[in-house]
């Protein structure tokens, strides 16, 4: 069967890991600029203030995402660029800069996937309570329609929030995250809402406003269980694990996000478990959630497993010098197969791989070039998964690689480098790495040679 001739082969970044600029041309602060002053937090003590100078060197690194061959960018709007207090008066200049992305992406023939939160929540937001108050989904909806007006006209692909496992769970229930918090089931599932409403907010925004007929999903990510063998059984238990529902760790799992959105309703065991606490869902609730999506976008690195772990700790997919990244990520690229597959038997969309990729020890050689054969070789077997997946009916739109360039890993700092293009941070100067050329001929070829 193969990959399909429209397939979006691309990359995918987002605004705080790579713009800098933290303070031009008139753009507030987000969360993340004030977390990564607090001591300890940011490895190294580092920030994003400059993390790769994209808003300065915006044109020219597109050039270099179309000597890739790239067909599609996913990028992140920076709220705070457009909105510096969150609601109210409009940055022109900072979106200006989207609109001229947009416009440099489509000169070259890349396709725009725009992602419309990815995590950095305007500061002033955030002491209004954040995703605590109900308001949010007003300011969010104000935010969209801003940037449905601008960037409609040329944008068909729409994702409203990037992982809310990661976001609300991290942020909310492990407390290591902005803002720090560790809220009570109560007030996570209060959070839950908030965020809910506010995707709904922004489809209903994006079907009433786009200019051209929008595409949207969101970009969640999630464990997915991998089967101990190919038996019936271990395959049931497997997709079973991928959407049970965890009394304690709910707000970072598949189904307790993506259920409500494409199934409108939660999983059982969050009525059973939580009753009260969910009769604050309605059925008007639920309809304004649940409104329809046309793609379910999946952020995917490793696989877990679903069988007792023997004693000795280890298991068929990490076991005592198994193969994982610098990011310490177990290589599983079965995760490529089993994701796309048990996401589309379940919520019957098709998927689109919004991010996938691997952290590696990389260097300019002295010969200039940037010889990344681990990153070439874990592409290759997850990109080789994923294709099994097309073959066996799975209906895929497109493959994200993370990431575009070396960038801010968050709290990590520096030192992860995910990139096709390495990022000299000293000297801002860019390196296309083995994997970026080994990529472009997997996008010229359609995947037809792997």
């Not at 990359?11 to 987000?30: H, P, T």
């Not at 995402?65 to 457009?82: D, H, I, T, Y």
């Not at 108050?133 to 409203?160: G, H, K, Q």
């Not at 796309?340 to 038997?345: A, I, K």
Request: proline share 5%; charged share 25%; glycine share 10%.
């Amino acid at each position: 069967m193969g990959f399909s001739k429209d397939f979006l082969w691309g990359a995918a970044c987002a605004a705080y890991q790579i713009e800098g600029g933290y303070d031009a041309d008139g753009k507030g602060k987000n969360v993340w600029d004030e977390a990564v002053t607090r001591p300890g937090f940011a490895a190294h003590g580092e920030t994003g203030d400059v993390a790769c100078d994209f808003y300065h060197k915006m044109r020219s690194d597109v050039a270099l995402m179309a000597k890739m061959g790239l067909r599609a960018l996913r990028f992140s709007v920076s709220w705070s660029r457009v909105l510096p207090e969150g609601t109210g008066k409009v940055n022109e200049a900072g979106l200006r800069f989207y609109s001229d992305l947009v416009d440099e992406l489509k000169k070259y023939g890349i396709e725009p996937l725009v992602t419309l939160y990815h995590w950095d929540l305007p500061l002033e937001l955030q002491k209004k309570g954040g995703w605590e108050n109900p308001e949010i989904e007003d300011w969010f909806a104000e935010y969209v329609s801003v940037i449905c007006d601008r960037l409609s006209d040329r944008v068909r692909y729409w994702m409203t929030v990037n992982e809310p496992q990661m976001f609300v769970g991290l942020g909310y229930f492990v407390g290591a995250h902005p803002p720090f918090k560790r809220l009570d089931a109560v007030g996570q599932i209060s959070v839950t809402k908030n965020v809910l409403h506010a995707h709904g907010r922004a489809v209903r925004v994006l079907r009433e406003r786009a200019k051209l007929t929008p595409l949207i999903g969101l970009a969640p990510t999630g464990d997915v269980y991998l089967p101990k063998t190919h038996a019936s059984e271990d395959i049931e238990a497997a997709r079973r694990r991928s959407f049970d529902f965890d009394k304690y760790g709910f707000t970072m799992q598949n189904s307790w996000w993506a259920d409500p959105i494409f199934l409108g309703r939660f999983p059982e065991g969050a009525y059973k478990t939580y009753p009260q606490e969910m009769a604050i869902f309605t059925a008007e609730d639920m309809e304004l959630i649940s409104a329809p999506l046309d793609f379910y976008g999946f952020n995917a690195y490793k696989g877990t497993t679903p069988h007792d772990v023997p004693r000795d700790g280890c298991s068929d997919y990490a076991f005592q010098g198994s193969p994982h990244t610098m990011s310490g990520w177990d290589v599983t690229p079965e995760v490529m197969y089993w994701s796309p597959r048990f996401l589309y038997e379940r919520y019957k969309k098709p998927i689109l791989v919004t991010e996938n990729g691997m952290a590696g020890m990389d260097w300019v050689s002295l010969d200039g070039g940037v010889h990344d054969m681990q990153r070439v070789d874990f592409l290759h077997r997850y990109i080789l998964e994923l294709k099994r997946a097309v073959d066996g009916g799975v209906p895929v739109i497109g493959y994200n690689v993370w990431s575009v360039m070396d960038n801010m890993e968050w709290n990590q700092g520096y030192d992860a480098r995910f990139g096709l293009i390495y990022v000299d941070y000293r000297t801002q100067e860019r390196t296309v790495k083995d994997s970026g050329y080994w990529y472009k001929r997997v996008i010229e070829t359609n995947g037809e040679e792997l």
